[in-house]
T-cell receptor, first 112, second 116 residues
Framework: ELKVEQNPLFLSMQEGKNYTIYCNYSTTSDRLYWYRQDPGKSLESLFVLLSNGAVKQEGRLMASLDTKARLSTLHITAAVHDLSATYFCAVDLNFGNEKLTFGTGTRLTIIP | GAVVSQHPSWVICKSGTSVKIECRSL??????MFWYRQFPKQSLMLMAT?????????EQGVEKDKFLINHASLTLSTLTVTSAHPEDSSFYIC????????????FGDGTRLSIL
C-alpha cells in the first residue's frame, strides 16, 4: 500500500522567511504533484514533476523531486501572507492511470 | 484550458435522502473521472475511479451500493449518495482527465454535503 507523508503538518512562519515542506512516499513512482487548497475550496494545481531531478519554480515556490530517495520538496522563499493555504503532494499510484494518493497535507500560515 | 464543473456546490438535506452530485468536463472529453472525499482538516481520499461506459472501480472500504457512480458520457459523471446519513457529511471533489499518457487530473470546485 502506497503511503505518502508530509512534514510538517502545520507550519506558522513570518513573512519574508524561507521554509521547506517535505513529501515522502513509500513505493516507486516517477510522477508527483503539488496542489494548493484554500479553506472551503477545491484544489489548485501548482506543479507536476515527471522525472528524477525535476525542479520547477513559480514565483516564490519551487518544487523538486528525488525519485531515488522517494522525496519531494516544496520550498517557499520570502513568504508572503497570500501563500497561506494547505499544500498537498500527491503521487501517481499506477503509472499511466493517474490514480493519485494524496499526502497528509501541510497547513501553512504566514504571519504578517 | 480544462474546466471541470461540479454541481451543486453545497447541499443540506435530511437523513435518509439520496443526493446526486454532477461532475462535467466543459471543454474536453474525459475518459476517466475520479471521485474523492475530504473530511474537515484531512486529506483527500479516493473513493472510486469512473470510466466512461463501464462500471466504476471502488476503493477498498467504499460501499458501492451506498455511493452510486454513473459515467454515461465523455463529459459527465454522477455520484449519488443513497439514503445519506450524518456520517456521510463531507466535501466531495471530482476530477477528470483526458485520454492518453501523462494527462493531468483537473479538479472540480467540490460539493459540500451536510446531512442533518
Amino acid at each position: 500500500e502506497l503511503k505518502v507523508e508530509q512534514n510538517p503538518l502545520f507550519l506558522s512562519m513570518q513573512e519574508g522567511k524561507n521554509y521547506t515542506i517535505y513529501c515522502n512516499y513509500s513505493t516507486t513512482s516517477d510522477r508527483l504533484y503539488w496542489y494548493r487548497q484554500d479553506p472551503g475550496k477545491s484544489l489548485e494545481s501548482l506543479f507536476v514533476l515527471l522525472s528524477n531531478g525535476a525542479v520547477k519554480q513559480e514565483g516564490r515556490l519551487m518544487a523538486s523531486l528525488d525519485t531515488k530517495a522517494r522525496l519531494s520538496t516544496l520550498h517557499i522563499t520570502a513568504a508572503v501572507h497570500d501563500l497561506s493555504a494547505t499544500y498537498f503532494c500527491a503521487v501517481d499510484l499506477n503509472f499511466g492511470n493517474e490514480k493519485l494518493t494524496f499526502g497528509t497535507g501541510t497547513r501553512l500560515t504566514i504571519i504578517p | 484550458g480544462a474546466v471541470v464543473s461540479q454541481h451543486p456546490s453545497w447541499v443540506i438535506c435530511k437523513s435518509g435522502t439520496s443526493v446526486k452530485i454532477e461532475c462535467r468536463s466543459l471543454d474536453f472529453q474525459a475518459t476517466t473521472m475520479f471521485w474523492y472525499r475530504q473530511f474537515p482538516k484531512q486529506s483527500l481520499m479516493l473513493m472510486a475511479t469512473s470510466n466512461e461506459g463501464s462500471k466504476a472501480t471502488y476503493e477498498q472500504g467504499v460501499e458501492k451500493d451506498k455511493f452510486l457512480i454513473n459515467h454515461a458520457s465523455l463529459t459527465l459523471s454522477t455520484l449519488t449518495v443513497t439514503s445519506a446519513h450524518p456520517e456521510d457529511s463531507s466535501f466531495y471533489i471530482c476530477s477528470a482527465r483526458r485520454t492518453g499518457r501523462n494527462q493531468p487530473q483537473h479538479f472540480g470546485d467540490g460539493t459540500r454535503l451536510s446531512i442533518l
